[in-house]
T-cell receptor, first 116, second 112 residues
Framework: AAGVIQSPRHLIKEKRETATLKCYPIPRHDTVYWYQQGPGQDPQFLISFYEKMQSDKGSIPDRFSAQQFSDYHSELNMSSLELGDSALYFC???????????????FGPGTRLTVL | QQQVKQSPQSLIVQKGGISIINCAYENTAFDYFPWYQQFPGKGPALLIAIRPDVSEKKEGRFTISFNKSAKQFSLHIMDSQPGDSATYFCADLYGSARQLTFGSGTQLTVLP
């Protein structure tokens, strides 16, 4: 079965640089979530999109922005990178059935961002 | 943001033993409680989930027990195997997008 695809898998950037992370949800999934996971931490919700509109926002810095495109893929744009942004970034997707109570979220393999 | 409190932080079990991880929640909006399994450097994978209309759900060696009055739910791994060694997260849903809030995680080590 197709899974969530994320690219790149690894990314190394310098402080103050920008980064773009991409997420391709499971086919026919219309909702995308972004989570950030620091070393030894649990994943923290950043932002989500439903049908190409932002649906909710968590602890996402103003330096970060995201969008969902017409093909439902999503991109997380990160500017003025700081050392503390080094983390694993996960994308998850869920099915239109969520509106009928199917609340499963399926996670991608993640992008490991290292800021030097 | 709602919170879920998870314990223990780490757990060491002998092969064939039972692993038990506990979670407590404050309030829930969506009555859906999943457990995720995460291996190092990998994404969390949905293991099993329960809704409070039942007190227990079993899938293979994994069982969720749910106590609505105590606002607690637990994961039981029967016949634990070294391949089960991973970090386990309980979670709850919140917010308009039904996003996940996770417990702090339990690092399980199953000794051969």
């Amino acid at each position: 079965a197709a899974g969530v695809i994320q690219s790149p898998r690894h990314l190394i950037k310098e402080k103050r640089e920008t980064a773009t992370l991409k997420c391709y949800p499971i086919p026919r999934h219309d909702t995308v979530y972004w989570y950030q996971q620091g070393p030894g931490q649990d994943p923290q919700f950043l932002i989500s999109f439903y049908e190409k509109m932002q649906s909710d926002k968590g602890s996402i810095p103003d330096r970060f922005s995201a969008q969902q495109f017409s093909d439902y893929h999503s991109e997380l744009n990160m500017s003025s990178l700081e050392l503390g942004d080094s983390a694993l970034y996960f994308c998850a997707s869920s099915s239109p059935l969520r509106r009928q109570g199917a609340d499963e979220q399926f996670f991608g393999p993640g992008t490991r961002l290292t800021v030097l | 943001q709602q919170q879920v409190k998870q314990s223990p932080q780490s757990l060491i079990v002998q092969k064939g033993g039972i692993s038990i991880i506990n979670c407590a929640y404050e309030n829930t909006a969506f009555d859906y409680f999943p457990w995720y399994q995460q291996f190092p450097g990998k994404g969390p994978a949905l293991l099993i989930a329960i809704r409070p209309d039942v007190s227990e759900k079993k899938e293979g060696r994994f069982t969720i027990s749910f106590n609505k009055s105590a606002k607690q739910f637990s994961l039981h791994i029967m016949d634990s195997q070294p391949g089960d060694s991973a970090t386990y997260f309980c979670a709850d849903l919140y917010g308009s997008a039904r996003q996940l809030t996770f417990g702090s995680g339990t690092q399980l080590t199953v000794l051969p």
